[in-house]
Each structure stands twice: as structure tokens, then as C-alpha cells.
């Protein structure tokens, strides 16, 4: 079946730091590709995404490229924030039928220090 | 900016008990999901709804899992006698369109003692 697979953490990184956490996924198909985030105390939120291959996603800094030939989607940042520490989640969405589920990487904690 | 709200944040109940955890959806939304992740598991999906039925389930929604939308605002996910391995952050979602992007709540931890 299909699957995410997250690089495990924690990840603890200086700030000004560049970030890269790694994610591959197996699907049938063409999946859509998202980032989510979760900051302490709150929801997961959508951070990025892309939906077909070459595509890169970007958002406060953050991207993603849609890597079909590496079944890749690795999440980069050049200079990280203290804020930017949270639990970084990788996931995928099949594009068949009426398929709407969300399938999760373990997702990969980041603290980053001032 | 609208948002999902779950309630309670945190829940603690007895094996065997019944246990209904809340969720009200952004308003205009139409598609609504549970999912949970088990303390250091992957978050796994449980149940997508739509049109006032269950559009998708997975084999974690068994017999004991009901979801519920009982008014225009809230859906609701049941279990009716808790077991220890039910313990978990529960989170519900919901989207715009069924293939819109899924917005989250904070999540309701569980806790069967």
C-alpha cells in the first residue's frame, strides 16, 4: 500500500541554520504532496504542497520539490528561526477515485537554538 | 482566520467506558475526517464523511468507531467502550471539496486508564 517515510529525529540545529528533512513516499500513481506542521500546543497546519512532479512548494521560507524519479519530496529552509521549531509531518494523497485520506510520514521533530 | 475546534483537549476515562470526542469544522465546509496518532506511531487515518454518511473507513473504524453530525455545526467521533490501545491524540479535519486541502484542530488526547 502506499507510504511515507520520514528521516527520524530529533533534529537540533543553531539558528541561521539550513534544514533539510528528507521524505519519500511509495504510491500507485501520481500522488498530491504536502508538508504539515505542528507547533506546540496546536493543530497540524499545512505548510506547503505540490500536487505533480517538477512541482515545488514554498512557504515562509520553506520548499519542497515534487521528485518523481527519486520518489522524493524533501523539505528545505536556508536559515532557520528559533521559531521555526516544531514537529514537521510529510504526507500523501492518492489520486484515485474518491480517495481523500491523508497518509502520514512518523514526522521528524525540529528544535532550533538560538 | 477560521479554524477547526476540538474539544475537550484532553480527555481521561475508564476501560470500557464510552467516550464522545467533539469537533466543529469550519463552517462552509462540506468534508469532514477523524484520523489519531498513537504516541510515537505515524498519524493514521480513521474516517472520511460527507453528505451525512461515511464516504471511507479504515479497518481501525470497526464496530466500537461511530461518527455522528448532529446538528449543521458539530461531528462527532464515538467510541463506545474504550480499550487501553484506543489511547491517543485524536484530530479532526475538514475541507472545502473532497479533494480540497484538509485544515486541522489541535486534537484531543485521549487517555484509557
Known amino acids: 500500500g502506499d507510504s511515507v517515510t520520514q528521516m527520524e529525529g530529533p533534529v537540533t540545529l543553531s539558528e541561521e541554520a539550513f534544514l533539510t528533512i528528507n521524505c519519500t513516499y511509495t504510491?500507485?500513481?501520481?500522488?498530491?504532496l504536502f508538508w504539515y506542521v505542528q507547533y506546540p500546543g496546536e493543530g497540524l497546519q499545512l505548510l506547503l504542497k505540490a500536487t505533480k512532479a517538477d512541482d515545488k512548494g514554498s512557504n515562509k521560507g520553506f520548499e519542497a520539490t515534487y521528485r518523481k524519479e527519486t520518489t522524493s519530496f524533501h523539505l528545505e529552509k536556508g536559515s532557520v528561526q528559533v521559531s521555526d521549531s516544531a514537529v514537521y509531518f510529510c504526507a500523501l494523497k492518492a489520486r484515485a477515485g474518491n480517495n481523500r485520506k491523508l497518509i502520514w510520514g512518523l514526522g521528524t521533530s525540529l528544535a532550533v537554538n538560538p | 482566520e477560521p479554524e477547526v475546534t476540538q474539544t475537550p483537549s484532553h480527555q481521561v476515562t475508564q476501560m470500557g467506558q464510552e467516550v464522545i470526542l467533539r469537533c466543529v469544522p469550519i463552517s462552509n465546509h462540506l468534508y469532514f475526517y477523524w484520523y489519531r496518532q498513537i504516541l510515537g506511531q505515524k498519524v493514521e487515518f480513521l474516517v472520511s464523511?460527507?453528505?451525512?454518511?461515511?464516504?471511507?473507513k479504515s479497518e481501525i473504524f470497526d464496530d466500537q468507531f461511530s461518527v455522528e453530525r448532529p446538528d449543521g455545526s458539530n461531528f462527532t467521533l464515538k467510541i463506545r467502550s474504550t480499550k487501553l490501545e484506543d489511547s491517543a491524540m485524536y484530530f479532526c479535519?475538514?475541507?472545502?471539496?473532497?479533494?480540497?486541502?484538509?485544515?486541522f484542530g489541535a486534537g484531543t488526547r485521549l487517555s484509557v486508564l
Open positions: 504510491a500507485t500513481g501520481y500522488p498530491s
Open positions: 464523511f460527507y453528505n451525512n454518511e461515511i464516504s471511507e
Open positions: 479535519a475538514s475541507s472545502e471539496r473532497g479533494q480540497g486541502i484538509q485544515y
